[in-house]
């Protein structure tokens, strides 16, 4: 029969809760499979296999007694590097924090905690979440399971590849321009990032405040959703969380999995379709394939037009490296992280600035200049100030769409993962992955990614958007998809093997 | 016409407390230029009257309760410090004087 790694968290999350398998069998099998292929895939940072195992014995305890427990408890998880983690060693992939162990958990972290997911370690990312193909983390890349010579995406292409390769069943990411939909879509596995507002930025090591959004990567809608229950909800510490009900998700995701979506209607964004900003045509090819089967399911599909949506790159390429370049001003050397040339003659000033460029890599040194730049005197109207105004054209955009339609959709990106060092030689041709996702990071609504279909052999994501706390329609839209594959897209990865290992050596970069 | 200058750039990174090396103030003036040019396609858009949008939500005035809270123990707040001495971190100087 199938193995533990091949079930999905639900199955888990019913067998562990029914006593047909236990807590530390299930964690226990991904740590393993963690060790036989994570040496290829190269997709955490770091593993805390007492960490996990202990928490799975609390859960086998717990079921032993008889205790009512949360719908995923005994799960196993995997945690983006840039959620800080109690004890756990945490450093947003960059040298900077090389050795920190926060004093301190983030709220989704507590929240994972409570609900007694045991956590299997922290996954990679291009370093502050800055990137599109997890090629800038300080450390290692980590490499697609699809093709071990190209990229998982980026920036949470540990988390993503750590699903896709089966080495845990769910994983948290973190989405500021589409960190969380573009891995998913290029490993071919279920990613969403909610609202912004709906989960907690609090231990979120701060990339973009106005847009960073912490979510749910697993293999199907389903799963995704009961982790994004379990993360979400207002939380007093984060002033910018939404004092409201979570969106109803694992009720949608069940919905849209009975294959129906007769009445639902689904925007096709008209800018999308058109010149330079097209996707490549194997993207496109199984985009439609996946309308035409959403159709079949009885959606209707309606054009829409979003003519803003062509200055969303732009636009995020003056907000987010604007609040970077504020936001990476705490690595000054003093109170935690790197220090560096402290010769015990130097100025804090010089200490600073050698802290800093032996600390950062070049995506985040660009950024923080880029930023300066942009907030310095006499520029901050033009550029971030203008900004923040096209950004409100952007979600009139939104609006205005879904005045007609219950939700949007698109490809996830225009391309699938490419090759490694094919895109990191020009900057704005690696932006160009998040063409597609980032609208919905400047409106602010809820977006996931879930598998459509293959192009050259590997995955293509769909992306659906929602309105404002309307998460659900995505969830329902995507499961509603699921349903017409016989087999999940992220079931039919090619197996990792010792004999890729060895190519890995000669096609990894 | 390129829009930012190398020396802009070494400029910029002085202010930002980056101490860079000439190469990378080589690659980064040219990248740098390509993004601020696709930036100003951002000057034909008419903002006239236009509100910013910085929350999916907005929202006003958060407030709390005005109560005292625990507080990060300070042995745990000194833990992470490169350099600490006496319970407190200790820095370079900061004043222009020989240490």
New interface residues.
């Given amino acids: 029969m199938s193995r533990i790694i091949d079930k999905t968290a639900a199955e888990l999350a019913a067998d562990i809760r029914d006593g047909r398998l236990t807590s530390v069998e299930v964690t226990t099998a991904f740590l393993d499979r963690i060790d036989a292929v994570d040496g290829t895939v190269k997709a955490f940072l770091h593993v805390d296999r007492d960490g996990a195992l202990a928490t799975a014995r609390e859960v086998d305890e717990a079921v032993a007694r008889g205790e009512a427990l949360g719908p995923l408890a005994g799960v196993p998880v995997a945690v983006k590097d840039v959620v800080v983690t109690k004890g756990m060693p945490t450093t947003a992939a960059s040298k900077i924090l090389e050795g920190w162990i926060p004093p301190y958990d983030a709220t989704i972290v507590e929240r994972i905690k409570a609900a007694k997911l045991p956590i299997l370690g922290k996954t990679n990312m291009d370093e502050f979440a800055m990137g599109s193909s997890t090629e800038y983390s300080a450390y290692f890349k980590t490499v697609n399971p699809w093709d071990t010579g190209r990229i998982p995406g980026g920036s949470g292409g540990g988390s993503a590849a750590a699903v896709a390769a089966k080495m845990a069943p769910l994983a948290i990411g973190t989405d500021t321009g589409g960190s969380i939909r573009q891995p998913g879509a290029v490993t071919g596995t279920f990613g969403a990032k909610p609202t912004y507002g709906g989960n907690s930025r609090y231990g979120l090591i701060a990339f973009s405040s106005s847009l960073d959004t912490p979510g749910p990567v697993s293999r199907n809608a389903l799963d995704g959703a009961l982790l994004h229950e379990v993360i979400s909800g207002h939380d007093p510490r984060d002033s910018t969380s939404i004092d409201a009900p979570v969106p109803p998700v694992v009720e949608a995701a069940r919905l849209g999995a009975t294959g129906d979506l007769s009445g639902v209607k689904l925007g096709v964004v008209k800018e999308f379709k058109e010149g330079a900003d097209a996707a490549e045509p194997g993207v496109v090819a199984a985009y439609e394939a996946g309308l035409e089967q959403l159709v079949k399911l009885g959606a209707e599909l309606v054009e829409v037009s979003c003519p803003s949506f062509a200055y969303a790159l732009p636009t995020y390429y003056l907000i987010a490296p604007s609040e970077a370049s504020s936001n990476l001003a705490r690595y000054d050397g003093v109170r935690y992280g790197l220090r560096a040339g402290d010769d015990g003659k130097r100025s804090l000033e010089e200490v600073m600035s050698l802290t800093r460029e032996a600390g950062f890599g070049p995506e985040v040194k660009r950024r923080i200049i880029l930023g300066t730049y942009a907030l310095s005197a006499g520029y901050v109207d033009a550029f971030y100030g203008k900004a923040q105004k096209v950004r409100t054209l952007i979600k009139q955009d939104f609006e205005k769409a879904f005045e007609q339609v219950d939700a949007l959709v698109s490809p996830t990106t225009p391309f699938i993962a490419f090759e490694f060092g094919a895109r990191t030689g020009d900057p704005y041709q690696m932006y160009l992955a998040d063409l597609y996702t980032i609208p919905t990071n400047m409106y602010g609504g809820p977006g996931v990614s879930v598998p459509v279909g293959l192009s050259e052999g590997m995955p293509v994501g769909l992306q659906v958007m929602g309105p404002v706390l309307g998460d659900d329609i995505t969830y329902r839209v995507a499961a509603a998809l699921e349903s017409t594959q016989d087999v999940l897209l992220a079931d039919t990865a090619p197996e990792i093997s010792a004999q890729r290992f060895t190519s890995f050596d000669e096609g990894g970069k | 016409m390129s829009t ?1 200058s190398r020396e ?2 070494a400029h ?10 000439d190469e ?1 103030l080589d ?2 003036a040219g ?2 230029d ?3 040019q ?2 100003k ?3 034909e ?1 008419d ?1 006239d009257g ?8 907005p ?1 006003v005035n ?1 407030f ?1 309760e005005d109560q005292p809270q625990p507080s ?2 300070r042995d ?2 000194l ?5 600490t001495f006496e319970d407190r ?1 200790r ?4 004043l ?1 004087e ?2």
């Fill in positions: 930012i802009e750039v910029l990174a002085r202010l930002a407390r980056l101490e860079v090396t990378e690659a980064f990248q740098l390509v993004i601020l696709s930036m396609t951002l000057a858009v903002t236009v509100q910013p949008t910085s929350h999916a939500v929202l958060v709390r990060l123990p745990a707040a833990a992470g410090g490169p350099d971190f820095v370079p100087r900061i222009d020989e240490a």
